[in-house]
């Protein structure tokens, strides 16, 4: 709770810094800001604090709040380019803040009220952000999109509220949960399609096929920064409610929804693995893998057993710090090359050996090769999969995968084992920290996973 | 004579639809604007009938909400929807064919 209290007066303080003019102090503030909530955030581990029946600041929301706040500091350094314009300086930082603050209200709330306003804090400041560079009709387009969806899928959202709170006579998540207990699982009509139309929703903000179509106009519209911070920190938030909700208070009505979502599970493994195959645009490509890794997710939320919490927790950690390295390289690539096909990254070896490392233990990890943080992450979701008896989800998953390998593979072969005249690229100190550090992380996580995984 | 919650629900369930056809069929931004205001208040009627007939307030509280919010969103919608309107000259979504793949 601390947390959403200090990034909110971070947030408040960068739109200060336009009126009484530390622009320039701003960057520093904000990293110091973000570390010293990070830490101040851990106080809160094993309080279990209720907050007036809205927020339930649990173990869970202290994990994936920590989650939320250490990429969203990675990001904030890879992002120093976006940062540099002097003209919405300001308002880039406070718009990233107050959408970190809607992430923390969505991994801690236990009322349907604060899912909404969590939801809508995060994705109002993203659509202004997905269509900040003005003059280009392509973010234009990605915002414009990204807001006639997000609306259309909040409308959803709160029809299926509307109607829970019909039958139940409360927002309240125990007491929805204690209206399914007393009903033994067999809800009435109307509650049962209250909770398809949130199931809607949700697959809609964690862009699960068939309600993907959004993603990849709006990441590839988007500026490069925006779209990582949309891969990571944003997905990261909708996976944590997206659990909250399902994985514990509607898990009583499990048979509603669990086949539908196994439906969902297979078509997003296959559909965005499939489809990334196809792309030339780089920027496009990973868009299609993060709709994928969104497909891995959904299967611990299927398994619906102990390891859910946890496994969930692990993968989304390993795949943002793999997203934030590799749209950072990409981003870097991309400007200084003026495309992002493959192409873009033939010899990047040979020239930028720090980048092209970094690039291949992102992508390694996102195709989930030991020893890597990815390949636990997905051992630990394949397990709890298996372990609740889906064979054949975990089968599916496990060809997906293979498909994944191809076209991230792609890329890595570009960077060794092909030529090109190009010069190298110039890195500032700041990305070759961050690169270092994205190495490490992912190394060490591959090393270590019990660490992450025994938390929840 | 007492109308029954089911003619509300009715009523908010076909309003619902409406909007949702409309942002799935129309190609005006602004009509499309327009329709997820109806889903939305849609959602609002439907709540507000849902509190007076359980003689709870809290639904009535969570209609300010939406409109809050609603008017929040809108705000952005029209003001990204000047900034296509200046690059491209049009409201019609058929123009925002940019992004492919």
Redesign the interface.
């Known amino acids: 709770m601390t947390a959403l209290i200090l990034l909110s007066a971070l947030g408040v303080i960068a739109l200060l810094a336009e009126i009484f003019s530390f622009k320039k102090l701003l960057y520093p503030v904000v990293i110091l800001g973000l570390i010293t909530t990070f830490v101040l955030n851990l106080v809160d581990w094993n309080t279990d604090k209720l907050w007036y029946g809205m927020m339930r600041y649990d173990n869970f929301a202290v994990a994936f709040s920590s989650v939320l706040i250490g990429i969203t500091t990675l990001w904030f350094i890879m992002a120093e380019n976006f940062f540099k314009e002097e003209s919405s300086l300001t308002d880039h930082f406070a718009l990233i803040l107050f959408a970190l603050v809607g992430g923390i209200v969505m991994v801690s709330y236990t009322n349907?009220?604060m899912l909404?306003?969590g939801i809508?804090i995060l994705s109002?400041p993203m659509?202004?952000l997905a269509?900040s560079k003005?003059?280009?009709?392509?973010s234009?387009?990605?915002?414009?999109?990204y807001?006639?969806l997000g609306?259309?899928s909040?409308?959803f959202l709160?029809?299926g509220?509307?109607?829970i709170?019909?039958s139940t006579?409360?927002?309240d998540l125990p007491v929805i949960a204690d209206f399914i207990t007393s009903h033994n699982g067999a809800v009435p009509g109307?509650f049962y399609i209250g909770i398809l139309l949130i199931l809607v929703a949700m697959v809609f903000k964690v862009s699960a096929v068939p309600f993907h179509f959004w993603a990849?106009?709006v990441y590839?519209?988007a500026p490069t920064s925006v779209t990582a911070f949309m891969a990571t920190i944003v997905k990261t938030a909708a996976f944590a409610a997206f659990l909250r909700l399902f994985a514990s208070t509607f898990a009583g009505a499990g048979s509603v929804w669990i086949d539908v979502l196994w439906v969902i599970a297979a078509l997003t493994l296959l559909v965005g693995n499939i489809t990334a195959v196809v792309?030339?645009?780089t920027k496009?490509m990973l868009a299609y893998s993060s709709i994928a890794h969104a497909g891995y997710m959904l299967l611990a939320l299927i398994a619906l057993n102990s390891f859910t919490q946890s496994s969930v927790l692990f993968y989304s950690l390993a795949y943002s710090i793999g997203s934030i390295a590799s749209f950072g390289v990409l981003g870097i690539v991309a400007t200084s090359r003026g495309n992002d096909t493959t192409d873009a990254f033939n010899g990047l070896a040979k020239t930028n050996p720090l980048l092209a490392v970094a690039m291949t233990v992102a992508l390694l990890s996102l195709a989930g090769i030991p020893p890597t943080a990815g390949f636990f992450a997905k051992y630990y979701i394949f397990t709890a999969a298996f372990a609740s008896g889906y064979g054949w989800l975990v089968l599916i998953a496990i060809l997906a995968s293979l498909i994944g390998v191809y076209y991230y593979f792609r890329i890595i072969i570009a960077m060794f084992f092909k030529e090109s005249t190009e010069a190298a690229i110039e890195v500032t100190a700041n990305h070759k920290l961050l690169f270092i550090l994205t190495i490490v992380l992912t190394i060490a996580l591959g090393l270590f996973p019990d660490f992450i995984i025994r938390l929840l | 004579m007492q109308i029954s919650?089911n003619w509300y629900?009715l009523l908010?369930a076909v309003l619902?639809t409406i909007?949702?056809l409309g942002?799935l069929f129309r190609r005006n931004?602004i009509i499309?604007f327009m329709s997820?205001e109806l889903?939305?208040n849609?959602?609002n009627l439907?709540?507000v009938a849902?509190s007076s007939?359980?003689s709870?307030s809290?639904?009535q509280?969570?209609v300010f909400?939406?409109m809050a919010?609603a008017a929040?969103?809108v705000a952005?919608?029209l003001?990204?929807?000047m900034?296509?309107y200046r690059?491209?000259k049009s409201t019609d979504?058929n123009s925002?064919n940019?992004?492919k793949?």
């Open positions: 349907m009220t909404f306003l809508e109002i659509y202004v269509a003005k003059e280009d009709v392509s234009n387009e990605a915002g414009f999109k807001l006639i609306a259309f909040t409308g709160l029809f509220i509307a109607l709170y019909g006579a409360s927002f109307m990849p106009d590839q519209g792309q030339t645009s496009r | 919650i629900l908010s619902f909007g949702v942002v931004a499309i997820i889903m939305l849609a959602v439907l709540l849902f007939y359980l709870d809290k639904g509280v969570f909400f939406i919010v929040a969103e952005v919608g003001a990204i929807l900034s296509v690059n491209s979504i925002l940019k992004l793949g």
